[in-house]
Nanobody, 114 residues
Framework: VQLQASGGGLAQAGGSLRLSCAAS????????MGWYRQAPGKQRELVAS???????EYGESVKGRFTISRDNAKNTVYLQMNSLKPEDTGVYYC?????????WGQGTQVTVSS
C-alpha cells in the first residue's frame, strides 16, 4: 500500500486546513485509515482514525475541532482541521492497515502561528 498525503501548510490560530491522503496499491485489505502527528521532541500521537465502516476515533485534544472522513470509492481519507491552535503544529502522517497502521505515507508539515 502506498499513501500520498497532501494539504499541509501554514495557518493562523483559529484558521482551518484540510489534509488528504490517497491510498494505492493492494488496497483491498485496508480497513483502518488514520492521521497521526508528531511535534518536535514528542512522540507520534493519534489525531483521528476511521474504519471502512465509518467508525471514528479522535484524540482528546482535537475533539470538536477536527473531522475525519473517508471516500471509500476513491480510497482517500480527509482531515478537516478547524479552530487550529499553535499546539496543533507538527508533522502529520497518514497511516493505513487492517486494525492499525502498517503502512505510512510521507509526513506533511502543519504549522499554526499565534
Amino acid at each position: 500500500v502506498q499513501l500520498q498525503a497532501s494539504g499541509g501548510g501554514l495557518a493562523q490560530a483559529g484558521g482551518s486546513l484540510r489534509l488528504s491522503c490517497a491510498a494505492s496499491g493492494i488496497i483491498f485489505s485496508i480497513n483502518y485509515m488514520g492521521w497521526y502527528r508528531q511535534a518536535p521532541g514528542k512522540q507520534r500521537e493519534l489525531v483521528a482514525s476511521i474504519t471502512v465502516g465509518g467508525s471514528r476515533e479522535y484524540g482528546e485534544s482535537v475533539k470538536g475541532r477536527f473531522t475525519i472522513s473517508r471516500d471509500n470509492a476513491k480510497n482517500t481519507v480527509y482531515l478537516q482541521m478547524n479552530s487550529l491552535k499553535p499546539e496543533d503544529t507538527g508533522v502529520y502522517y497518514c497511516g493505513a492497515g487492517v486494525m492499525s497502521p502498517t503502512s505510512w505515507g510521507q509526513g506533511t508539515q502543519v504549522t499554526v502561528s499565534s
